[in-house]
């Protein structure tokens, strides 16, 4: 594909400073179950090419689903028309810095193929789960979902670049809905599809697989006798699986420099971040260390180079509590004058790349759970995303979790329904307590991140440890 595109960019005949192909391919595949009975069995597939020109410092798109000279040749014409109307309303230039020559390969990590599984076994473990789950007559539903895609990249520019990327990503999540006459409680695998990664079949069938489908049946109905979660303000704790969301949300959407500069505003909301905020705003508490890494080995949004050719680095964002860069394109840094990472990404081969979130993770400390919970006289531990609301400048939220326990005396003690949360989101994240160490690390993902115009949903990770937050307002669900 390669050497194709690299001939099909050697004809093309417009007058720009520099030109790149993006071709993508991608096959997905969608099985779900409910209540034991088969629900959904779909592929799809796409392709097609993207074009992108930059004509006097303006850029340029352009998209076509055939990959043919003839094609590829008019999404070229029209991009560069693109860029030419685009100058009598340029913001800012974006120099040929912009798109530094690269040459490169990246694959996704696996160990069991996607094709270890024929479909109908995938439906059987399906099934399975469902039936798993139903642990007494009390639970009134139960889901069972499995989607797997491979994806393609290949990527070419007339300065140069030649760029191949291939990555597996496989989600999978269970559920059980419990009822006891007005009181209904869902209790999830770590939150709706939280379980997304990069690699094959042994992120879904894995060893404690029938243990923890077991245990989220058994939760469920637990829930149904729990008490509702105290209306108080204590000392709050938070499992990787909840960090997710008060990462991505929090932290990832308001630190994407087109937010800030204002071009999501119409759409998304910006930020509550100025760009001279960068070097100097304290963010949260010293213990506070957050990370861009694409780097990561299974996590879903790692990848060797973005969708404008950069590679991809580990970089600090948050340093010690204080906010160091932004997630921003070489275009948005030249812009905005602050610096980002590579994080250019697009959603599929008919859209273009944007500033986007990749694998944003908070760093370990050094306490093990018994230690972190160890020194709480009262607390509340809260697990898995239910719901959430957060403003459109990333600074008031209130996120609701599937599962909470009691702390007392250094314990978990029973457990509570309902549980909420609020806050604001640098005074939330200055009372950052206590860090988990690399035992309390986990990483999970989520195949719906969106954002742009038109709309772009795509994959991101988070990974974190445990995390201690103090005096923070919890509530149940009547408050």
Known sequence: ????????????????????????????????????MPETNGTSSTSGVMVEVLVQGQIGYAA?????????????????????????????????????????????????PFDVLSPGEINDVLINICHTLKRSDAIVQTTATAITTETESWFVSSNGSE??????????????????????????????????????????????LWDRVQQVGEQAVELLSAEECPTETTT??????????????SIGHPLELDRILGDERNY????????????????????????????VSGELASYGFDDTGAPATREYLIQNGVLQRGLGSLESQGRSGVAGV????????NRPPIDRMANLNLEPGD???????????????????????????????????????LIENGKLGKTLRNPNYRGITPQFWSSLAAVGDRSTWQM???????????????????????????????FGGGA
């Open 1 to 36: 594909m390669i050497t194709k595109l690299t001939h099909l960019l050697s004809t093309l005949d417009i007058p720009a400073d520099w030109v790149g192909l993006r071709a993508t391919r991608e096959a997905s595949t969608h099985r779900s179950a409910r209540d034991g």
């Open 64 to 112: 076509t689903n055939l990959l043919s000279a003839q094609s590829v040749r008019a999404a070229a014409e029209a991009a560069y028309q693109h860029a030419i109307a685009a100058k009598d309303w340029a913001i800012h230039p974006t120099p040929l810095s912009a798109r530094p020559p690269v040459v490169g390969q990246y694959h996704s990590p696996r160990v069991k």
């Open 163 to 208: 760029v191949y990327q291939n990555f597996l990503r496989i989600g999978t999540d269970y559920a059980a809905t419990a009822q006891a006459g007005a009181i209904v409680q869902r209790r999830s695998n770590n939150g709706f599809l939280a379980h997304c990664y990069q690699g094959g079949m042994e992120y879904f069938i894995t060893p404690h």
């Open 236 to 249: 709050l704790v938070l499992s990787p699986d909840q960090m997710l969301l008060q990462i991505h949300e």
């Open 268 to 295: 998304a909301g910006g930020s509550f971040v100025k760009l001279q905020d960068f070097g100097t705003l304290v963010y949260g508490s010293p213990l506070m260390n957050i990370t861009f890494d694409p780097t």
């Open 342 to 349: 590579a994080c250019t990404r697009a959603a599929s081969w």
């Open 367 to 405: 306490c093990s759970f018994n230690d972190l919970i160890g020194s709480i006289d009262r607390g509340v531990y809260m697990e898995a995303n239910r719901s959430w609301s957060i403003d459109d400048q990333r600074h008031k939220f209130q996120f609701s979790c599937e599962y909470a326990k």
């Open 444 to 474: 999970y993902g989520t195949p719906f991140c969106g954002k742009g115009e038109p709309n772009q949903c795509i994959w991101v990770g988070h990974g974190s440890p445990v995390a201690r937050f103090a005096n923070v307002e919890v």
